[in-house]
DNA sequence: CGGTATCCAAAAAGATACTG
DNA sequence: CAGTATCTTTTTGGATACCG
């Protein structure tokens, strides 16, 4: 019997979704998003740097062009005489920023949760 | 008993949501809870350790034990005959699944535009 | 079954210097 | 301003082996 009562999805759309997942599980992909919230206009470089914090050049830049390449940002040199360069949320990266901004609201809700969690689980122990 | 020992100094209220995204930006953590994904019961380890594919035994344990700390999961000896453990998603936990849900909804849905993406990159160069 | 301890390899991140 | 190159340090992960 072919027809299992449970959902039956695709192999190739099972490693998909890890693949997704592995472009979001790292330390910076998720505040680099983040930076974005609530306004979700396009950011220079260096004020990208400033608003995430504590990331360094070379990371900012690794991460840049990996969620460039996952179609999540886009890159756009500014004209004129001004150097610089912005980038801005894509029409796909916009469609993360529903998740990304309930998992931020939950952060900011919930983080005096977690904080008293991690207390009492000492005083437990 | 600190095989990786990783500490989180107390940090002010603001610092406290990038607290929170910590526990949630590697590699592992979110794929653990995503496992947990739809039904949210409890899951016994070397079960957790199957479903989330790919985890080493002290990964998972790391995991579990930060998870615990943070008040999201809560590790659960079983009664009875059975030498197990299961580890039940809190209320805390629970909250946290909708921003989750939504995360992993998202990734089913735009796994495809992702690869496209990344296809078309090279391409575009 | 559900972990820990130890050792080791690999990956990620940081500091610094340099470039167009 | 917006990166890249290079080197070093830190963190992470995997492979056992072993224990209650």
New interface residues.
Partial sequence: MTTDAEDE?PED?LW??D?????????????IL?AYYPDMAPIRFNELKRRVGGISQKILSQQLRKL?????LERRVLPGRLLGVEYAITP?GH??Q???S???????A?????????AS?QADA
Avoid: N
């Fill in positions: 999805p759309e998909a979704i693949m997704v997942l592995d472009q979001l599980a790292d330390k910076w992909a998720l505040r983040c460039e390449r996952s179609g999540l796909l469609t993360l529903e998740p990304i309930a998992l931020y609201k939950w952060a900011e919930h983080a005096g949760d977690v904080r008293a969690a991690q689980f």
